[in-house]
C-alpha cells in the first residue's frame, strides 16, 4: 500500500504539483472529490431531518401541547419532508455512492461531463441553503408539506416561494447527474465491460438515470406554476379563475411517484452488491434483478394517480392505477426472492454490511405488501391519510433506501478511506437502529388502522399509547443512528487500515488502491470475467 | 493529460437534456389539452383575441433563424468558418426580431389591460381567463428559451472566434443547433395552438 502511496496519491491528498486546500474540492471535476462532496452534505442534511423527525415525534408523545404550538408543528413536518426527500433521500446513493464507484465499476477515469458534475453539486448546495433560508425568511417557514398542495399552498402567506424555488434548482441538479450516468454507462465502459457484465449497482443507477431525465422535468414545471401562481396570480389550479387543483395532484405525482424509484432503485443496486459479496456465491439471477430494475422504472411510472383514489376519479381510471400498482410488485418481488436465493446454501461471512442489507429485506418486505393495501382501492378509502402511509412510507424509504444507505456506507468504508470502523460497534448500532425502527414505525400501522389522520397536531386519547410507544422507538432509533455515526466518524480517523479488498469482492473497484488514487486505474482494465465471479478473489483483511 | 473528447457522448448528453425541456413543456402541453377540452368555446373566443399577422411574422422569423442555424453547421464542418459566423449572427439577429416582435405583441395585450391577475382579466369568463393565462405562461416560458438559446449561440460564435470550437471540433455549436431547433420547434406546436386551431 505504501508504494501505491507514494506513486499515485489517494484522491484525499492533493494532486502532484498543487497545493490542494478547500478550492481543489469544491471546484474538483473529480467524480470521487464529488461524491465525497455530496456525502457529507447529505450526512449532514440527513441530521438535520432526523432532528425534526425526533422533535415532530416528540411533540406527539401525549396528546394536547407538548413542546411547541401548531403553527411550527406544521412548519417542522413540512422541513422535514423537504429535507428528507428532497435533500437527502433523492439525492443520497446516486450523487453520492454513484459518483464515487460508477466510474471505477466500469473501468473509467471519469464521468462523461466532469464539469456539469460539480456544477449539479454547486446547484444542490445553492438548493440546499434556499431551503434552510426559507425557513428564517420570510413570513414564518413553509407549513404546506412537502407536497405542496394547492390551493393552500397558493394562498398561504409562510414562506412557499422560496422553498419552491429550493426544489426547482435541487430537481435540476438531480437531472444532470441522471443525464451524466446515462451517458458514462453508453460511452466510458473500459473494455470487455458488456452491458451483462455490468455491476448491479451500475444497473440500478442506469434506471434511476432514465427516471431522473424523464420524470423530474414535470416537478420543475409543476413547482413553477405554484410560484407563478403565488407571484403573478397565474391562476391554472385556481377554480375561481378556471383552473382545477386536481391537475396539480396529477402533475405533482406524475413525478412524485417515481421519484420514489429515484430513491429505492439504488438501494436495491447497493444491496445486490453486498448480497453476493458476504454469500461468496454469484448473484441469483443476474439478468432478471437487472431487468426488474428497468422494469419498476417503467411500470412505477404510470401509477402515480393512486395517491388520488380520494381526490376524485372515474372508478374506471381508479380500477386501472390499481391494477398497474399491483404490476410494480413483481419486479420488486423478483428482487427479493432473488435476494433471497443468493443467500440460501451460500457461505455466508457475516459482516455489517449483511447486516444492513438483511434489515434492509425485511423492513422493505414490509413496506411493500403494505404498499399493496394502500395500492387495493378498496382498503385504500379506509386507510387513506392515515398513519398506515406514514408507517408505510417510513417502512419502505427509510427501512429500504435508509438502509441501504448505511450498509452502503459499511460496505465502502474501507474502499474510501482505506480504514475499517469497529465491526462490534457496526453490528451493536445496526441491531439498535432495526429494534428501534420497528418499535418507532410498526405501531402506527396499527394507529392507522384504528383511524389516526397523518399531519395532525393534536389527538383522541384513545390514540394516545400507540404514539407514546412509537415516540420511545424514535429514542432508540436516534441513540442507534448516532452510535452508527460515531463509529463510522472513529473509524475514519482511527480505524485499522486495510489493502484493497477486504470483503473480497469481485467488481472493479477492490482492484484499486485503498483509497482510489486520482485517475482510479494505472491502465485501462480489461474486463474478463462477471462482477459475481469468485472464483480466485480472496479477502486480503 | 489528454484532453478527454466524446464526441458521441456529447450529443447523447444534449439529446437527454432535450428529452427534459420537452417534458418540462409537456406539463404545460397537458393543462392546454385538459383545458381545451373543459372550455372549448371560451378557447375559440380568447384566441380570436390574438394577432395573427404578429404569430404568423415570427413563425416565419423563427423557422428562417433555424434554417441559417443549420447551415451555420453546415458551413463550419466544410471549415468555412467566416461564413458559419456571420450565419450564427444572422440567427441570433432573428431571435432579437422574434423577441421585438413579442414585446409589441405583449405589449398591445397588457395595455387592453389583459394579463394575469389584472381586473379586466377576473371579469372574463373562466375559459378565457385560463386561456390566456397558459398564453402568457407558455409564450413566457418560451421567450425565455430564445433568450438563453441566442446566449448559448453568442457564446458559440465567441468560440469559434477564438479558434475552441473548429471545423475538427464543432460539438458545441452543434449542440448549441439542436437547442435552438427545440425552441423553434416548441414554438411551430404554440403557434397553431394559440392562434389557429382554437
Known amino acids: ?541 | 493529460m489528454h484532453e478527454h473528447r466524446d464526441y458521441e457522448g456529447a450529443k447523447i448528453g444534449m439529446w437527454l437534456f432535450l428529452f427534459t425541456e420537452v417534458l418540462l413543456f409537456g406539463g404545460l402541453f397537458l393543462l392546454y389539452a385538459v383545458y381545451l377540452h373543459r372550455y372549448p368555446a371560451e378557447f375559440h373566443a380568447a384566441g380570436k383575441d390574438l394577432s395573427r399577422i404578429f404569430g404568423t411574422a415570427n413563425t416565419i422569423v423563427l423557422i428562417t433563424s433555424s434554417l441559417c442555424m443549420a447551415l451555420a453547421i453546415s458551413a463550419l464542418q466544410r471549415g468555412k468558418v467566416v461564413l458559419s459566423q456571420r450565419l450564427v449572427l444572422l440567427t441570433v439577429t432573428m431571435a432579437g426580431v422574434f423577441l421585438v416582435n413579442k414585446f409589441f405583441e405583449w405589449s398591445a395585450k397588457i395595455g387592453h389591460g389583459i394579463y394575469p391577475d389584472s381586473p379586466a382579466l377576473l371579469k372574463l369568463p373562466p375559459g378565457e381567463m385560463v386561456f390566456f393565462n397558459l398564453y402568457y405562461l407558455m409564450t413566457g416560458l418560451h421567450g425565455i428559451h430564445v433568450i438563453i438559446g441566442a446566449a448559448v449561440l453568442m457564446y458559440g460564435w465567441h468560440l469559434m472566434r477564438v479558434g475552441r470550437v473548429t471545423p475538427e471540433h464543432f460539438v458545441f455549436l452543434e449542440n448549441g443547433g439542436l437547442y435552438w431547433h427545440l425552441v423553434d420547434l416548441v414554438w411551430i406546436y404554440l403557434f397553431p395552438l394559440f392562434y389557429l386551431v382554437v
Not at chain 1, 486546500?21 to 470521487?32: E, L, N, P, R
Not at chain 1, 388520488?308 to 400498482?325: E, W, Y
Not at chain 1, 436465493?341 to 425485511?362: D, M
Not at chain 1, 480504514?419 to 453490528?427: E, P, S
Open chain 1, 1 to 541: 500500500m505504501s508504494a501505491d502511496a507514494h506513486d499515485h496519491p489517494n484522491f484525499f491528498q492533493p494532486l502532484p504539483g498543487t497545493k490542494g486546500g478547500i478550492a481543489s474540492w469544491i471546484f474538483s471535476t473529480d467524480h470521487k472529490r464529488i461524491g465525497m462532496l455530496y456525502l457529507y452534505c447529505i450526512v449532514a442534511m440527513f441530521l438535520v431531518g432526523l432532528t425534526l423527525g425526533f422533535l415532530i415525534r416528540l411533540e406527539l408523545i401525549a396528546p394536547g401541547r407538548t413542546i411547541m404550538g401548531q403553527q411550527t408543528y406544521n412548519a417542522l413536518f413540512t422541513l422535514h419532508g423537504v429535507v428528507m426527500i428532497f435533500l437527502v433521500v433523492i439525492p443520497s446513493i446516486p450523487a453520492a455512492f454513484g459518483n464515487i464507484f460508477l466510474p471505477i465499476q466500469i473501468g473509467a477515469e471519469d464521468v462523461s461531463f466532469p464539469r456539469l458534475n460539480i456544477f449539479s453539486w454547486w446547484l444542490y448546495v445553492t438548493g440546499a441553503v434556499l431551503a434552510v433560508v426559507s425557513l428564517v425568511t420570510g413570513k414564518g417557514a413553509p407549513d404546506t408539506g412537502w407536497t405542496f398542495y394547492v390551493p393552500f399552498s397558493a394562498v398561504t402567506t409562510t414562506n412557499v416561494d422560496v422553498a419552491v424555488v429550493a426544489v426547482f434548482i435541487l430537481g435540476f441538479s438531480s437531472i444532470l447527474t441522471g443525464l451524466n450516468f446515462i451517458t458514462t454507462l453508453h460511452r466510458l465502459r473500459a473494455p470487455g465491460m458488456t452491458w451483462t457484465r455490468l455491476p448491479l449497482f451500475c444497473w440500478s443507477l442506469y434506471a434511476t438515470g432514465w427516471i431522473q431525465v424523464l420524470a423530474t422535468p414535470v416537478l420543475g414545471i409543476t413547482v413553477l406554476l405554484i410560484f407563478v401562481e403565488r407571484v403573478l396570480g397565474v391562476g391554472l389550479f385556481d377554480p375561481s379563475r378556471g383552473g382545477d387543483p386536481i391537475l396539480y395532484q396529477h402533475l405533482f405525482w406524475i413525478y412524485s411517484h417515481p421519484a420514489v424509484y429515484i430513491m429505492i432503485l439504488p438501494a436495491m443496486g447497493v444491496i445486490s452488491e453486498i448480497l453476493p459479496v458476504f454469500a461468496r456465491k454469484p448473484i441469483f439471477g443476474y439478468k432478471m434483478i437487472a431487468f426488474s430494475s428497468l422494469a419498476i422504472a417503467f411500470a412505477g411510472s404510470l401509477v402515480w394517480a393512486h395517491h388520488m383514489f380520494v381526490s376524485g376519479m372515474s372508478d374506471t381510471a381508479v380500477m386501472v392505477f390499481s391494477f398497474l400498482t399491483f404490476v410494480v410488485a413483481i419486479p420488486s418481488a423478483i428482487k427479493v426472492f432473488n435476494w433471497v436465493s443468493t443467500l440460501y446454501k451460500g457461505s455466508i461471512r457475516v459482516e455489517p454490511p449483511l447486516w444492513y442489507a438483511l434489515a434492509f429485506i425485511f423492513l422493505f418486505s414490509i413496506g411493500g405488501l403494505t404498499g399493496l393495501v394502500l395500492g387495493a382501492a378498496g382498503t385504500d378509502v379506509h386507510v387513506h391519510d392515515t398513519y398506515f402511509v406514514v408507517a408505510h412510507f417510513h417502512y419502505v424509504i427509510f427501512g429500504g433506501l435508509g438502509f441501504g444507505l448505511f450498509g452502503a456506507m459499511h460496505y465502502w468504508f474501507p474502499k474510501v478511506y482505506g480504514r475499517m470502523y469497529n465491526k462490534r460497534i457496526a453490528n451493536w448500532s445496526c441491531l439498535i437502529a432495526f429494534v428501534g425502527f420497528n418499535i418507532l414505525y410498526f405501531p402506527m400501522f396499527i394507529l392507522g388502522l384504528q383511524g389516526m389522520p397523518r399531519r395532525y397536531y393534536d389527538y383522541l386519547p384513545k390514540y394516545a399509547e400507540g404514539h407514546f410507544i412509537s415516540t420511545m422507538g424514535s429514542w432508540v432509533l436516534a441513540a442507534g443512528l448516532l452510535l452508527m455515526f460515531w463509529n463510522l466518524w472513529r473509524g475514519i480517523r482511527h480505524g485499522k487500515p486495510v489493502g484493497r479488498n477486504p470483503w473480497g469482492g469481485a467488481t472493479l473497484e477492490w482492484t484499486v488502491p485503498s483509497p482510489p488514487p486520482h485517475h482510479n486505474f494505472e491502465a485501462e482494465p480489461v474486463v474478463t470475467h462477471g462482477p459475481y465471479d469468485y472464483t480466485g478473489v480472496k479477502p486480503d483483511a
